[in-house]
């Protein structure tokens, strides 16, 4: 069975990209990361294995997967630079840690959005997706 980092290369490939060594790279770090890193976080991991890397390089690739629909993309503040990577593209919801800033996934039972509350104030808005945030403290960060 092929691994999540593999089909999203092909899924890249297929959008057009060429696979160079560090835009493989970039998606081998990401594909399995389901902390939302930043595109700055990447970098600085990457950066070890890869000097001449700039970080131009990995927030392109990682908003060029976006742009294909493989990738999620948070913005859970004001700065541009906190964007989150999200490489779970599932329908799913988040909880966000105001302490810590941890990011965790919530998965959802049904891919439909509950569209009741808002045909009663939007009218003639159809509702593609839902996308929830909930905010608070994690374990780790209540207890202390
Ligand atoms: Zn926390
Ligand atoms: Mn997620």
Known sequence: MKNRADSMLADLKRA????????I???REI???????TAQAL??????????????????????LAGCGLM???????????VRFDPNTEVHHHAVCDGCGSVVDIPVETDEPAVLPLAATLKGFRV??????YRGLCDRCSRS
């Open 16 to 23: 057009g990209l060429k696979l160079t060594p560090q835009r």
């Open 72 to 82: 999620g993309k948070l913005a859970l503040g004001p700065d541009s630079r906190a």
């Open 31 to 37: 594909a399995d990361d389901l902390t939302h890193p």
């Open 25 to 27: 790279a970039i998606v």
């Open 43 to 64: 970098f600085e991991r990457l950066r070890t294995t890869f000097p001449t890397m700039s970080f131009a390089t990995v927030y392109n690739t990682l908003d060029a």
């Open 128 to 133: 593609l997706r839902e996308e929830r945030t």
